[in-house]
């Protein structure tokens, strides 16, 4: 099976941002496609890192055989944004010539993909696959990664109903979410928590006490509080554990839900507990659904890069994986349905 664009004959694949579950599944199924279709292909360790340094392996049928159900990433990770310094950015495309890449498949989040459609405006050949556990990137329906994190907070919050019902107390679990709570809604839907606090609406303090206070009146005497680390308090300042910023300009989130478990037990008298499950939601084995959805994407991109259909992203629309344009506008935040978030108030 020949190569649509007979100018592409080695292909690097990279897995840029947070590690996540169905990675693996994604590096399996294009190493497989491209090697179907008559390509080399090397693996770039350490995302964007991996360009700057020089730093590859061979992908081969034996290289990823049996990763499937494995967590993270073979190739390695990292937060490195080559843009940030010029003599970076200029040693990618050193490293792409010298490696002899003719193209690109970058697989990570916004700020990954960010980096992508930069390299595409200087002539890269590049193809996207969206991957963060938060399901906030626009123009695909579901990002693999997040159906893991959902049920394992899911089940996080389960096992918190019994001890928070035996000890007659309020639990506060934090989970991630950084712009979007789309874990923390799903997860408390699923899970049946009494009250979810999201990005997108800022948290009213005597709102979620008055909430608990009558839950008390009627006889139930806990109740289970989501928060993702991304929500807000009125006064619109993120709460996070310092002040420094990684490569992209972001603050390491995380302390939201001890904050609000000491104002809950000081307006409610109430004893409260806190769990924050931190990076516990993006380890370990895929589930099912995102081996599959990680399969598919790593298949549709290898079939881009066959087609020489470059500059695209790979995306899920209801049940079908297709190809939409990776530029700005496919890296844009995607927040949680309003309508999804009002369904979870009904349960308060």
């Not at 979410?177 to 789309?182: L, N, P, Y």
């Not at 006889?219 to 619109?236: L, N, P, T, Y």
């Not at 910023?245 to 390491?252: E, I, T």
């Not at 609000?260 to 659904?289: D, Y």
Request: charged share 20%.
């Amino acid at each position: 099976m020949s190569s649509g664009d007979s100018t592409v004959r080695k292909v690097g694949i990279l897995t840029g941002g947070g590690d996540c579950p169905g990675l693996n599944p994604v590096i399996r199924a294009a190493t497989r496609r491209c090697i179907l279709g008559g390509l080399e292909v090397l693996g770039i360790k350490n995302g964007w890192a991996g360009l700057i340094h020089a730093d590859a392996v061979p992908l081969t049928l034996e290289a990823v055989s049996g990763i499937l159900p494995r967590g993270g990433t073979i190739l390695g990770t990292s937060r490195t944004n080559p843009f940030k310094r010029p003599e970076d950015a200029q040693r990618v495309q050193t490293t792409i010539r010298e490696l002899g890449l003719d193209a690109l498949i970058a697989i990570g989040g916004e700020d990954t993909l960010g980096v992508a459609v930069k390299l595409i405006k200087q002539g890269t050949k590049v193809i996207g696959v969206p991957k963060t556990i938060d399901n906030d990137l626009s123009n695909t329906d579901y990002t693999f990664g997040f159906d893991t994190a959902v049920n394992i907070a899911m089940e996080a919050i389960d096992r918190l109903h019994t001890t928070a019902e035996s000890h007659h107390r309020i639990m506060v679990v934090e989970v991630m979410g950084r712009h979007a709570g789309w874990i923390a809604t799903c997860a408390g839907l699923a899970g049946g928590a009494d009250v979810i606090l999201i990005p997108e609406e800022a948290i009213d303090l005597r709102a979620v006490c008055d909430t608990i206070k009558k839950r008390h009146l009627r006889g139930k005497g806990f109740s289970i509080v989501v928060v993702a680390e991304g929500a807000q308090f009125k006064d619109g300042a993120n709460v996070s554990k310092e002040q420094k910023l990684d490569a992209f300009g972001h603050a390491r989130l995380g302390g939201v839900g001890e904050m609000l478990g000491a104002q809950i037990e000081e307006h409610t008298g109430f004893e409260t507990r806190v769990t924050v499950l931190g990076h516990i939601q993006r380890g370990g084995s895929p589930t099912a659904f995102d081996r599959i959805l990680g399969t598919r994407f790593g298949v549709k991109a290898a079939e881009l890069v066959v087609a020489g259909q470059f500059g695209h992203m790979v995306s899920l629309q209801g049940n079908k994986i297709v190809a939409v344009p990776l530029d700005e506008r496919a890296v844009t935040m995607k927040t949680v349905d309003p309508e999804l978030y009002e369904l979870s108030k009904i349960f308060s």
